[in-house]
Nanobody
Framework: QVHLVESGGGLVQPGGSLRLSCAASGGTFNTYTMGWFRRGPGKEREFVSAIRWSGGTTRYADSVKGRFTISRDNAENAVYLQMTSLKPEETAVYYC?????????????????WGQGTQVTVSS
């Protein structure tokens, strides 16, 4: 069983930056593909980014390419999401997720473990 805890959310002005962290415990972290998803008010959960266990392969939603960067530190059992140039429409609860295996997926149903989420509010 993998336990995931997100942190780093908060209130930020449009155009600002935030760095989200996800701490993992249990399981073998360096065998999991990790993903970030978000759910805005009244919206469906959507894929943001994912990173393979080795950290060498990443994927991003088109809407965040060039602005968000995912990374991981297997020694620290952590994954990060650096977000820049944030927009009000990106206000959402951001979730960290883990799946076994090397396949990077943007489908939330393919992820086995989820954190509770961290709120990101982009507003002036």
């Amino acid at each position: 069983q993998v336990h995931l805890v997100e942190s780093g959310g908060g209130l930020v002005q449009p155009g600002g930056s935030l760095r989200l962290s996800c701490a993992a415990s249990g399981g073998t972290f360096n065998t999991y593909t990790m993903g970030w998803f978000r759910r805005g008010p009244g919206k469906e959960r959507e894929f943001v980014s994912a990173i393979r266990w080795s950290g060498g392969t990443t994927r991003y939603a088109d809407s965040v390419k060039g602005r968000f960067t995912i990374s991981r530190d297997n020694a620290e059992n952590a994954v990060y999401l650096q977000m820049t140039s944030l927009k009000p429409e990106e206000t959402a609860v951001y979730y960290c997720a883990a799946r076994t295996g090397a396949l990077i997926s943007d489908n939330p149903s393919r992820y086995d473990y989820w954190g509770q989420g961290t709120q990101v509010t982009v507003s002036s």
